[in-house]
């Protein structure tokens, strides 16, 4: 009877030995790479650009490692001049700017889920007159989203294995002037306002989110540790 109560006991340990390693190793843990999706240098109106990336694929690593989920994320930056003019013409003058951009990322491995950023930046302006123009440069606009966290199997499995996959992406700058609303009654200027864009670029990163996966020699040398406490206390 003591016996089987020792082998009992050896059961209990050893298991509740693997369920502490195993809650261990199955935090989920990260691993973040970061691509410049597309970069424009001094856009021009209706100006559209193409750009091609690698993203390295999740490495099991013979099958220690399980994909459970991404993380995507991206960022929009924008680098640019503002310039005001005077006014001298005795009214008040009213104009506003706006600077519009669309991002269009695509894949080499045909997943399509991840959308598209479209966005754009305003200047609006309304002067009195005797208002002296003035220049504020290398202004830095940044935009930001968390996009959204993949978990689907069959999209999880076209990021897993060695080497890279593409990230095609598309960029499109165009300018619109337009009167400001807020000012119906100002007298229209669209150049009192003029905006000098320098660059224009996506960031984006992806973080794989995994669990360490026990190798059956782990869960052996756990058991038997097991039974060496029960040995001993015997």
């Known amino acids: 009877m003591r016996q089987h109560s020792s082998v009992c006991i050896a059961s209990v340990l050893a298991a509740a030995s693997f369920s502490a390693v195993s809650a261990h190793a199955y935090q989920p843990l990260g691993e973040t790479h970061w691509i410049e999706a597309a ?28 994909l459970v989920g991404i993380d995507v994320y991206y960022s929009v930056e924008m680098l640019h001049d503002e310039t005001y003019a005077s006014n001298n013409s005795g009214v008040q003058i009213a104009s506003r700017f706006e600077i519009h951009r669309t991002w ?6 045909g997943f399509d889920e991840i959308g ?5 930046y305003a200047v609006a302006s309304a002067q009195d007159p005797g208002f002296e123009g003035f220049t504020e440069s290398d202004i830095n606009i940044y935009n930001r989203a968390w996009w959204f966290g993949l978990n689907n199997p069959s999209t999880l499995a076209r990021f897993i294995g060695t080497g890279t996959t593409g990230v095609q992406s598309e960029l499109r700058f165009d300018t619109l002037i337009v009167q400001n609303p807020n000012n119906p009654n100002a007298f229209f200027d669209p150049s009192f306002i003029d905006v000098y864009v320098r660059e224009l670029w996506v960031d984006m990163s992806f973080t794989y989110i995994y669990n360490v996966v026990p190798t059956p020699g ?11 406490a029960v040995r001993r206390r015997r």
């Open 39 to 66: 970069r424009m240098s001094e856009p021009e109106s209706g100006d559209v650009a193409f750009f091609d990336r690698e993203l390295p694929l999740f490495d099991t690593f013979g099958g220690t490692r399980e």
């Open 104 to 109: 269009i990322p695509t894949f080499e491995n």
């Open 116 to 120: 598209y950023f479209e966005g754009f």
């Open 218 to 228: 782990v869960s052996l040398v756990v058991a038997g540790a097991g039974l060496a």
